[in-house]
C-alpha cells in the first residue's frame, strides 16, 4: 500500500496565480476553516484505513486519537462494508485542542470536506457526499 495513493492533494493560497481563474468559476464551493488534525479514511486490503496528513496511522501509533475514533463508530463500517463505497477516499478534519478554542459538543469529531472517487479519479460535490 503506497501512502502517495491517499495523501490529499496540494492546496494553493487563495492570492496565488496558480487559482485566480477559480475567481470566474461557476463552480466553487467554499467551506469554513476548521481548526484541527488532517484525518484521511479509506478502505483497502479488506479493512478501513486512516492517515493522517504525512503517514498512516493506527490505534498503535495514532495522531490524537483520530484512529481510535473512527474505529469506534458504527458509521464508517457501515458506508465501507458497501461494496460500491470502497473507491471513495474521505477527507477531513479531527477537532483536536490547538490554538483554537474548540466548543466541547465539537472536540474530538471528524467533520469531512472532501471525498474522493479512485475510479473516476475526481472529487464529489458536497451534494454529492452530503447524501
Not at 475567481?23 to 479488506?46: C, H, M, Q, R, W
Not at 495514532?62 to 474505529?71: E, M, P
Not at 458497501?82 to 479531527?94: A, D, L, T, V
Request: hydrophobic residues 30%; aromatic residues 20%.
Amino acid at each position: 500500500m503506497n501512502f502517495n495513493d491517499f495523501k490529499y492533494q496540494h492546496i494553493e493560497r487563495w492570492d496565488t496565480d496558480e487559482v485566480q481563474y477559480l475567481k470566474d468559476s461557476d463552480e466553487l464551493y467554499l467551506e469554513p476553516k476548521i481548526d484541527g488534525t488532517n484525518g484521511v479514511i479509506a478502505f483497502e486490503d479488506g479493512k478501513i484505513i486512516t492517515c493522517s496528513r504525512n503517514r498512516f496511522i493506527d490505534e498503535g501509533d495514532d495522531n490524537q486519537g483520530f484512529a481510535k475514533y473512527i474505529n469506534s463508530l458504527d458509521t464508517f463500517k457501515e458506508f465501507f462494508s458497501k461494496e460500491e463505497n470502497q473507491k471513495y477516499i474521505i477527507y477531513g478534519e479531527y477537532t483536536v485542542k490547538t490554538t483554537y478554542t474548540v466548543e466541547d459538543v465539537y472536540f474530538k469529531k471528524f467533520f469531512i470536506f472532501d471525498v474522493y472517487n479512485r475510479e473516476t479519479r475526481k472529487y464529489l460535490s458536497p451534494e454529492e457526499y452530503q447524501k
